[in-house]
Protein backbone atom coordinates (compact mmCIF):
# COMPACT_ATOMS: atom_id res chain seq x y z
CA UNK A 1 0.00 0.00 0.00
CA UNK A 2 1.08 3.43 -0.56
CA UNK A 3 2.05 5.31 2.44
CA UNK A 4 3.55 8.55 3.78
CA UNK A 5 7.13 7.29 5.95
CA UNK A 6 9.42 9.77 7.21
CA UNK A 7 12.85 9.06 6.60
CA UNK A 8 14.13 10.75 9.80
CA UNK A 9 13.85 13.89 12.49
CA UNK A 10 13.40 17.35 10.43
CA UNK A 11 11.70 19.53 7.93
CA UNK A 12 8.66 18.58 5.63
CA UNK A 13 11.38 17.21 3.28
CA UNK A 14 11.41 13.86 5.24
CA UNK A 15 8.13 13.21 4.23
CA UNK A 16 7.53 10.76 1.51
CA UNK A 17 5.40 8.52 -0.13
CA UNK A 18 6.56 4.95 0.03
CA UNK A 19 5.61 1.50 -1.20
CA UNK A 20 4.66 -0.75 2.52
CA UNK A 21 3.11 -3.80 3.59
CA UNK A 22 -0.48 -3.30 4.39
CA UNK A 23 -1.08 -3.91 8.02
CA UNK A 24 -2.08 -7.43 8.96
CA UNK A 25 -4.72 -7.52 11.56
CA UNK A 26 -4.97 -10.02 14.85
CA UNK A 27 -8.56 -11.48 15.65
CA UNK A 28 -9.67 -7.89 17.79
CA UNK A 29 -8.41 -5.51 15.38
CA UNK A 30 -10.20 -4.22 12.60
CA UNK A 31 -8.95 -3.12 9.34
CA UNK A 32 -9.60 0.57 7.28
CA UNK A 33 -9.26 1.51 3.79
CA UNK A 34 -8.28 5.04 4.78
CA UNK A 35 -10.57 7.96 2.90
CA UNK A 36 -8.82 10.87 4.22
CA UNK A 37 -6.72 11.96 7.73
CA UNK A 38 -6.27 14.66 9.23
CA UNK A 39 -2.96 16.64 10.15
CA UNK A 40 -2.54 17.81 13.32
CA UNK A 41 0.14 19.85 15.31
CA UNK A 42 1.64 16.48 17.11
CA UNK A 43 2.21 15.00 13.78
CA UNK A 44 4.47 17.74 12.68
CA UNK A 45 6.08 17.66 15.94
CA UNK A 46 6.92 14.13 16.16
CA UNK A 47 8.97 14.68 12.11
CA UNK A 48 10.50 17.61 13.45
CA UNK A 49 12.17 15.67 16.44
CA UNK A 50 11.26 18.44 18.99
CA UNK A 51 9.05 15.34 21.36
CA UNK A 52 11.71 12.78 20.36
CA UNK A 53 11.29 12.23 24.56
CA UNK A 54 8.11 10.91 24.15
CA UNK A 55 7.19 10.06 20.56
CA UNK A 56 8.07 6.85 20.70
CA UNK A 57 9.51 4.88 17.52
CA UNK A 58 11.85 6.14 15.54
CA UNK A 59 12.18 6.95 11.91
CA UNK A 60 10.96 5.51 9.36
CA UNK A 61 7.55 6.06 11.11
CA UNK A 62 3.79 6.58 9.36
CA UNK A 63 2.66 9.59 11.21
CA UNK A 64 -1.31 10.04 11.61
CA UNK A 65 -3.83 10.50 14.48
CA UNK A 66 -7.18 10.36 13.14
CA UNK A 67 -8.98 9.21 9.83
CA UNK A 68 -12.26 8.18 8.32
CA UNK A 69 -12.73 5.57 5.65
CA UNK A 70 -14.37 2.19 5.17
CA UNK A 71 -13.98 -1.38 7.16
CA UNK A 72 -12.20 -3.56 5.15
CA UNK A 73 -11.58 -6.46 7.36
CA UNK A 74 -12.69 -7.43 10.73
CA UNK A 75 -11.21 -9.81 13.37
CA UNK A 76 -12.94 -13.06 14.25
CA UNK A 77 -13.27 -11.70 17.44
CA UNK A 78 -15.14 -8.69 16.83
CA UNK A 79 -19.04 -8.23 16.60
CA UNK A 80 -19.46 -4.63 16.08
CA UNK A 81 -19.28 -4.51 12.57
CA UNK A 82 -19.70 -5.03 8.88
CA UNK A 83 -17.27 -4.54 5.66
CA UNK A 84 -18.21 -1.71 4.22
CA UNK A 85 -19.41 0.15 7.17
CA UNK A 86 -18.44 3.78 7.31
CA UNK A 87 -16.22 4.99 9.93
CA UNK A 88 -14.59 7.68 11.89
CA UNK A 89 -11.30 6.83 14.09
CA UNK A 90 -8.66 7.71 16.67
CA UNK A 91 -5.05 6.02 17.18
CA UNK A 92 -2.73 6.99 19.41
CA UNK A 93 -0.56 9.27 17.38
CA UNK A 94 2.69 8.70 19.05
CA UNK A 95 1.70 5.15 17.03
CA UNK A 96 0.36 7.16 14.03
CA UNK A 97 -0.01 5.27 11.19
CA UNK A 98 -3.21 6.86 9.56
CA UNK A 99 -1.37 8.67 6.82
CA UNK A 100 -2.03 5.60 4.59
CA UNK A 101 -4.14 3.54 2.43
CA UNK A 102 -4.76 1.53 5.35
CA UNK A 103 -4.68 1.31 9.10
CA UNK A 104 -5.31 -1.07 11.49
CA UNK A 105 -7.43 -0.16 15.05
CA UNK A 106 -9.20 -1.46 17.86
CA UNK A 107 -12.91 -1.45 18.64
CA UNK A 108 -12.05 1.29 21.17
CA UNK A 109 -10.59 3.67 18.22
CA UNK A 110 -13.87 3.79 15.97
CA UNK A 111 -17.28 4.25 15.43
CA UNK A 112 -19.66 4.66 12.34
CA UNK A 113 -18.83 8.32 11.19
CA UNK A 114 -21.87 10.63 11.33
CA UNK A 115 -24.26 9.97 8.27
CA UNK A 116 -24.32 14.08 7.54
CA UNK A 117 -20.14 14.05 6.95
CA UNK A 118 -18.90 13.10 3.98
CA UNK A 119 -14.93 11.53 4.48
CA UNK A 120 -13.31 14.50 4.48
CA UNK A 121 -15.20 16.63 7.41
CA UNK A 122 -15.50 12.88 9.04
CA UNK A 123 -11.84 13.03 9.12
CA UNK A 124 -11.17 16.34 10.98
CA UNK A 125 -12.98 16.12 14.13
CA UNK A 126 -11.60 12.82 15.88
CA UNK A 127 -8.29 14.12 17.34
CA UNK A 128 -9.35 17.35 17.92
CA UNK A 129 -12.60 16.71 18.93
CA UNK A 130 -12.34 14.02 21.50
CA UNK A 131 -9.56 16.45 23.19
CA UNK A 132 -12.01 18.96 23.43
CA UNK A 133 -14.77 16.52 25.01
CA UNK A 134 -12.07 14.90 26.89
CA UNK A 135 -11.37 18.72 28.29
CA UNK A 136 -14.26 20.16 29.10
CA UNK A 137 -16.27 17.03 30.22
CA UNK A 138 -13.42 14.75 32.10
CA UNK A 139 -11.10 17.42 33.07
CA UNK A 140 -13.05 20.80 33.52
CA UNK A 141 -16.02 18.67 34.75
CA UNK A 142 -18.37 21.31 32.96
CA UNK A 143 -21.78 21.62 33.91
CA UNK A 144 -25.19 23.42 32.08
CA UNK A 145 -24.39 27.07 33.78
CA UNK A 146 -20.35 26.82 33.49
CA UNK A 147 -18.77 30.07 32.29
CA UNK A 148 -16.01 28.60 30.30
CA UNK A 149 -12.66 30.89 28.92
CA UNK A 150 -10.99 28.83 25.17
CA UNK A 151 -7.91 30.46 24.53
CA UNK A 152 -7.80 29.34 20.66
CA UNK A 153 -10.85 29.24 20.12
CA UNK A 154 -10.52 29.10 16.25
CA UNK A 155 -7.83 26.06 16.25
CA UNK A 156 -8.75 22.20 15.16
CA UNK A 157 -9.62 21.81 19.09
CA UNK A 158 -10.84 25.05 19.99
CA UNK A 159 -12.86 25.30 17.86
CA UNK A 160 -15.14 21.73 18.74
CA UNK A 161 -14.63 22.52 22.26
CA UNK A 162 -16.96 25.78 21.33
CA UNK A 163 -19.27 23.47 20.00
CA UNK A 164 -19.47 20.96 22.84
CA UNK A 165 -19.36 23.82 25.13
CA UNK A 166 -22.47 25.54 23.53
CA UNK A 167 -24.21 22.17 23.44
CA UNK A 168 -23.75 21.60 26.97
CA UNK A 169 -25.28 24.92 27.61
CA UNK A 170 -22.07 26.63 28.81
CA UNK A 171 -21.32 30.29 28.44
CA UNK A 172 -18.28 30.66 26.06
CA UNK A 173 -15.43 33.63 26.30
CA UNK A 174 -13.46 33.15 23.09
CA UNK A 175 -9.49 34.20 22.43
CA UNK A 176 -9.05 34.64 18.68
CA UNK A 177 -7.56 36.81 16.43
CA UNK A 178 -9.33 40.04 14.72
CA UNK A 179 -9.75 38.07 11.10
CA UNK A 180 -11.16 35.42 12.80
CA UNK A 181 -14.08 37.44 14.61
CA UNK A 182 -16.99 36.14 12.64
CA UNK A 183 -16.34 32.77 12.31
CA UNK A 184 -15.76 32.50 16.09
CA UNK A 185 -19.13 34.24 16.59
CA UNK A 186 -20.88 31.59 14.05
CA UNK A 187 -19.90 28.66 16.09
CA UNK A 188 -21.55 30.15 18.59
CA UNK A 189 -18.85 32.52 21.18
CA UNK A 190 -20.84 34.47 22.80
CA UNK A 191 -17.84 37.04 24.26
CA UNK A 192 -14.76 37.39 22.22
CA UNK A 193 -11.16 38.50 23.56
CA UNK A 194 -9.34 39.91 20.25
CA UNK A 195 -5.66 38.75 21.48
CA UNK A 196 -4.18 41.55 19.31
CA UNK A 197 -6.24 44.07 21.22
CA UNK A 198 -6.54 42.47 24.82
CA UNK A 199 -4.59 40.66 27.40
CA UNK A 200 -6.80 37.84 27.97
CA UNK A 201 -5.53 38.05 31.79
CA UNK A 202 -6.67 41.77 32.06
CA UNK A 203 -10.33 40.88 31.66
CA UNK A 204 -11.73 41.38 35.38
CA UNK A 205 -13.68 38.59 35.04
CA UNK A 206 -12.97 34.73 36.64
CA UNK A 207 -14.58 31.82 34.90
CA UNK A 208 -15.30 28.21 36.23
CA UNK A 209 -12.80 26.49 33.62
CA UNK A 210 -9.91 28.31 31.64
CA UNK A 211 -8.90 25.54 28.66
CA UNK A 212 -5.41 26.72 26.83
CA UNK A 213 -5.44 25.29 23.46
CA UNK A 214 -2.08 27.88 22.43
CA UNK A 215 0.28 27.30 24.85
CA UNK A 216 0.44 31.13 25.93
CA UNK A 217 -0.95 31.09 29.13
CA UNK A 218 0.35 29.44 32.38
CA UNK A 219 -1.52 27.95 35.47
CA UNK A 220 0.31 30.83 37.64
CA UNK A 221 -0.74 34.07 35.39
CA UNK A 222 -3.68 32.18 34.56
CA UNK A 223 -5.40 32.38 38.38
CA UNK A 224 -6.46 35.78 38.14
CA UNK A 225 -8.96 34.43 35.68
CA UNK A 226 -10.03 31.58 37.34
CA UNK A 227 -12.83 31.12 39.80
CA UNK A 228 -12.26 29.69 43.68
CA UNK A 229 -12.63 25.58 43.13
CA UNK A 230 -12.24 26.39 39.17
CA UNK A 231 -9.93 24.54 36.89
CA UNK A 232 -7.06 25.20 34.56
CA UNK A 233 -6.67 22.83 31.50
CA UNK A 234 -4.07 23.10 29.05
CA UNK A 235 -3.96 20.85 26.03
CA UNK A 236 -0.04 21.11 26.16
CA UNK A 237 1.02 20.00 29.50
CA UNK A 238 5.04 19.98 30.39
CA UNK A 239 5.97 16.34 31.87
CA UNK A 240 6.89 17.34 35.50
CA UNK A 241 2.96 19.18 35.24
CA UNK A 242 1.79 15.02 33.99
CA UNK A 243 3.69 13.35 36.55
CA UNK A 244 3.03 15.54 39.47
CA UNK A 245 0.03 17.65 38.84
CA UNK A 246 -2.59 15.43 40.73
CA UNK A 247 -0.79 15.36 43.72
CA UNK A 248 0.09 18.74 44.02
CA UNK A 249 -3.90 19.76 42.74
CA UNK A 250 -5.30 18.02 46.25
CA UNK A 251 -3.57 20.99 48.18
CA UNK A 252 -5.23 23.57 46.33
CA UNK A 253 -8.36 24.99 45.50
CA UNK A 254 -7.71 26.20 41.96
CA UNK A 255 -7.12 23.07 40.05
CA UNK A 256 -4.19 22.56 36.85
CA UNK A 257 -4.92 19.94 34.63
CA UNK A 258 -3.56 18.57 31.58
CA UNK A 259 -5.28 16.63 28.75
CA UNK A 260 -3.94 13.88 27.02
CA UNK A 261 -6.46 12.63 24.54
CA UNK A 262 -7.48 8.62 24.79
CA UNK A 263 -9.43 6.74 22.05
CA UNK A 264 -12.96 6.05 23.33
CA UNK A 265 -15.40 5.28 20.94
CA UNK A 266 -18.51 6.06 23.42
CA UNK A 267 -16.52 9.95 23.39
CA UNK A 268 -16.63 9.43 19.36
CA UNK A 269 -20.48 8.29 19.46
CA UNK A 270 -21.15 11.85 21.86
CA UNK A 271 -19.21 13.30 18.92
CA UNK A 272 -21.24 11.45 16.27
CA UNK A 273 -24.87 12.88 17.66
CA UNK A 274 -23.94 16.21 18.03
CA UNK A 275 -22.88 16.03 14.57
CA UNK A 276 -25.73 14.31 13.07
CA UNK A 277 -27.92 16.86 15.38
CA UNK A 278 -25.95 20.06 13.44
CA UNK A 279 -24.73 20.86 16.93
CA UNK A 280 -21.14 20.47 15.21
CA UNK A 281 -20.15 21.39 12.36
CA UNK A 282 -16.16 20.08 10.67
CA UNK A 283 -14.17 23.33 9.49
CA UNK A 284 -11.66 22.53 7.18
CA UNK A 285 -9.75 24.91 6.05
CA UNK A 286 -8.09 23.16 2.96
CA UNK A 287 -7.39 19.66 2.01
CA UNK A 288 -4.87 18.52 0.19
CA UNK A 289 -4.18 14.73 -1.69
CA UNK A 290 -1.79 12.75 0.14
CA UNK A 291 0.92 13.38 -2.24
CA UNK A 292 0.77 16.95 -1.08
CA UNK A 293 2.01 15.85 2.91
CA UNK A 294 4.33 18.36 2.60
CA UNK A 295 2.32 21.66 2.23
CA UNK A 296 -0.46 20.49 4.46
CA UNK A 297 2.35 19.93 6.97
CA UNK A 298 3.22 23.53 6.03
CA UNK A 299 -0.27 24.81 6.12
CA UNK A 300 -0.41 23.33 9.27
CA UNK A 301 2.89 24.33 11.48
CA UNK A 302 1.90 27.86 10.08
CA UNK A 303 -0.29 27.85 13.95
CA UNK A 304 -2.68 30.07 11.78
CA UNK A 305 -5.06 27.51 10.65
CA UNK A 306 -9.10 27.67 11.47
CA UNK A 307 -10.15 24.41 11.82
CA UNK A 308 -8.63 21.42 10.24
CA UNK A 309 -6.20 20.55 7.45
CA UNK A 310 -7.20 17.24 5.82
CA UNK A 311 -5.71 14.84 3.52
CA UNK A 312 -8.00 13.18 1.15
CA UNK A 313 -6.90 9.18 -0.61
CA UNK A 314 -9.82 9.79 -3.04
N1 LIG B 1 -2.44 16.96 24.84
C1 LIG B 1 -3.24 16.49 23.90
O1 LIG B 1 -3.81 15.40 24.04
C2 LIG B 1 -3.46 17.31 22.66
C3 LIG B 1 -4.39 16.91 21.71
C4 LIG B 1 -4.61 17.74 20.62
C5 LIG B 1 -3.87 18.90 20.46
N2 LIG B 1 -2.92 19.23 21.39
C6 LIG B 1 -2.12 20.46 21.26
O2 LIG B 1 -3.01 21.56 21.38
C7 LIG B 1 -2.53 22.64 20.59
C8 LIG B 1 -3.66 23.13 19.69
O3 LIG B 1 -3.96 22.14 18.73
P1 LIG B 1 -4.87 22.51 17.47
O4 LIG B 1 -4.98 21.32 16.63
O5 LIG B 1 -6.11 23.21 17.92
O6 LIG B 1 -3.91 23.60 16.77
P2 LIG B 1 -4.19 24.49 15.50
O7 LIG B 1 -5.46 24.10 14.86
O8 LIG B 1 -2.97 24.49 14.65
O9 LIG B 1 -4.33 25.97 16.12
C9 LIG B 1 -4.32 27.05 15.23
C10 LIG B 1 -5.23 28.14 15.77
O10 LIG B 1 -4.63 28.73 16.93
C11 LIG B 1 -4.96 30.12 16.94
N3 LIG B 1 -3.98 30.89 17.70
C12 LIG B 1 -2.65 31.00 17.48
N4 LIG B 1 -2.08 31.83 18.40
C13 LIG B 1 -3.09 32.24 19.22
C14 LIG B 1 -3.16 33.07 20.36
N5 LIG B 1 -2.07 33.69 20.85
N6 LIG B 1 -4.35 33.24 20.97
C15 LIG B 1 -5.48 32.64 20.50
N7 LIG B 1 -5.48 31.84 19.40
C16 LIG B 1 -4.31 31.65 18.77
C17 LIG B 1 -4.91 30.48 15.45
O11 LIG B 1 -5.70 31.61 15.22
P3 LIG B 1 -5.01 33.02 14.76
O12 LIG B 1 -4.47 32.80 13.39
O13 LIG B 1 -6.15 33.94 14.83
O14 LIG B 1 -3.94 33.33 15.76
C18 LIG B 1 -5.48 29.22 14.77
O15 LIG B 1 -6.86 29.33 14.52
C19 LIG B 1 -1.31 22.12 19.85
O16 LIG B 1 -0.14 22.51 20.54
C20 LIG B 1 -1.47 20.62 19.90
O17 LIG B 1 -0.25 19.90 19.81
C21 LIG B 1 -2.70 18.46 22.47
Not at 87 to 99: C, E, M, S
Not at 123 to 141: D, K, M, N
Not at 230 to 251: D, E, K, Q, Y
Request: aromatic share 6%; glycine share 8%.
Amino acid sequence: MKAIVTSGYGSVEMLDVAEVEKPEISDTEILIRVRACSVNPIDWKIRSGQIKMISGSKPPKILGGDFSGTVEAIGKEIQEFTIGDEIWGHVNALKGGAYAEYIKANVQDICLKPRNFDFVQAAAIPLAGLTAYQSLVRLGEVKADSEVLINGCTGGVGSVAVQVAKFLGCTVTGVCSTKNIEYAKRIGVDVIVDYKQEDVLHLNKEFDSVYDFVGNLSFPASKCIIKESGTFVTAIPSIPRIIFGGMLNSFRSKKCKGILVQSSSADLKTLKAMAESEALVATVEKVFPLNQVRQAHIASESGRVVGKIVMSLD
